[in-house]
Every structure is written in structure tokens, then in C-alpha cells.
């Protein structure tokens, strides 16, 4: 039950882009269609902002966007802004169980 | 609206027993996925445990064997029984509800968490 991977940190400044990607296998991100992304501010509970890939919550802009590739999902915002600096965790269903990746510390410039 | 209220947590020497319990308002926990996810000081998020709507049970490989999920439906409380509990448990632990029965993986409501803290 290997973590997903996801890079430490990522940043951006208002207005641009940033990607965060979620490397698995093909036992997990690659083998299901069922792929979270979630963030978190310091001291609160995770908010879902993604799921089953490409969907959003009803409420999550939809500046966040997800994908998939092969084995590696990636989760998209656009037009930066100040209150989406936060860590942001990818999920994945793996069959019999959950994998979480590290989460990446997102920067707003 | 749909609230999740986790209790039980607290300070408990290794080796020790803990019943976590999470209250529902809003929902009938029986039609959903419910979860425990941990998350050590300064961590990541940590799937511990899930209970589909079908009763299934699913568990992470470092906690299969000590802790135990169930759910009352009567009273809409979800349980996390965790016994032979180790250093490496403490952690604060959310309650989360899933969209659909199953996975446990796409959780839209969670609760505010609740301290365990296991020491040697």
C-alpha cells in the first residue's frame, strides 16, 4: 500500500496556472476511474474538490479542473488566486483500499 | 444540512483501547461509504478504514487486525473500536462521509477530527 506520488510544492502568482500531478500504478490511479483531489487549509478538514477524475462538488469553481493519464492524474487551477494557497492531497480507490498521495503545499506568489 | 461530530479521542499509553465515535445529522449513514482518515502532526491524510453501504469492511494494512469499523443505524453513529494501540497511531482522525455506497474514496462532508494521542 505505497502513497501516491505528488510533488512537495508547487507555486504560481495570481492569475496563472499551476498542475500538481498524482503518480500511482496501474493498480490504482491507473486502473480505476475513481481519482479525488482534495484541499486543505491549515486546521481545517479536507474540502473535496475533485472527484472520480474530471467531476466537481457542486460550490468548487471551476477554476480546478482534473485529468487523467496512464497511471498519473493532475489536478489544474487556473486564475490563481489568494485563498487557494493550501495543501492539496490526490486519492485514489486501489481495490481492496485507499491510497492517499503526500499532498503538495500549493504557494500563491 | 449534514454534519459529522467526532468524540472519543484523548491521551492513552501504547497497548491501550479506543472507541472513536463520529454522529450524523443530515443523513442516513446506511446509504453511504463512511470512512476514518487519519492525519499525524504535520502529515499527510491517511485512509485507516471504510464501511460501504453493504456492510463491507475495508482496512489499511497497518491497522487490519487492531482496529475494528462498524456503524449503529439506529443512532446514525459511525465507531472506530482501535486496540493495541501504537505510538505511530496518534494522529488527529476525521470522520467522512463518501458520495456514493462504495470506495470510500470521494468523501464531500468530514467532521472537524479528534485528537488520539499514544504514548510509550
Known amino acids: 500500500q505505497s502513497a501516491l506520488t505528488q510533488p512537495p510544492s508547487a507555486s504560481g502568482s495570481p492569475g496563472q496556472s499551476v498542475t500538481i500531478s498524482c503518480t500511482g500504478t496501474?493498480?490504482?490511479?491507473?486502473?480505476?476511474?475513481?481519482v479525488s483531489w482534495y484541499q486543505q487549509h491549515p486546521g481545517k478538514a479536507p474540502k473535496l474538490m475533485i472527484y472520480e477524475v474530471t467531476k466537481r462538488p457542486s460550490g468548487v469553481p471551476d477554476r480546478f479542473s482534473g485529468s487523467k493519464s496512464g497511471n498519473t492524474a493532475s489536478l489544474t487551477v487556473s486564475g490563481l488566486q489568494a485563498e487557494d494557497e493550501a495543501d492539496y492531497y490526490c486519492s485514489s480507490y486501489a481495490g481492496s483500499n485507499v491510497l492517499f498521495g503526500g499532498g503538495t503545499k500549493l504557494t500563491v506568489l | 444540512e449534514v454534519q459529522l461530530l467526532e468524540s472519543g479521542g484523548t491521551s492513552i499509553q501504547s497497548g491501550g483501547s479506543l472507541r472513536l465515535s463520529c454522529a450524523v445529522s443530515g443523513l442516513s449513514i446506511s446509504t453511504y461509504a463512511m470512512s476514518w482518515v487519519r492525519q499525524a502532526p504535520g502529515k499527510g491524510l491517511d485512509w485507516v478504514s471504510s464501511l460501504y453501504s453493504s456492510g463491507s469492511r475495508q482496512y489499511a494494512d497497518s491497522v487490519k487486525g487492531r482496529f475494528t469499523i462498524s456503524r449503529d443505524n439506529s443512532e446514525n453513529t459511525l465507531f472506530l473500536q482501535m486496540n493495541s494501540l501504537r505510538v505511530e497511531d496518534t494522529a488527529v482522525y476525521y470522520c467522512?462521509?463518501?458520495?456514493?455506497?462504495?470506495?470510500?474514496?470521494?468523501?464531500?462532508?468530514w467532521g472537524q477530527g479528534t485528537l488520539v494521542t499514544v504514548y510509550s
Open positions: 496501474s493498480s490504482d490511479v491507473g486502473g480505476y476511474n475513481y
Open positions: 467522512a462521509k463518501d458520495k456514493g455506497p462504495n470506495y470510500g474514496d470521494q468523501n464531500d462532508y
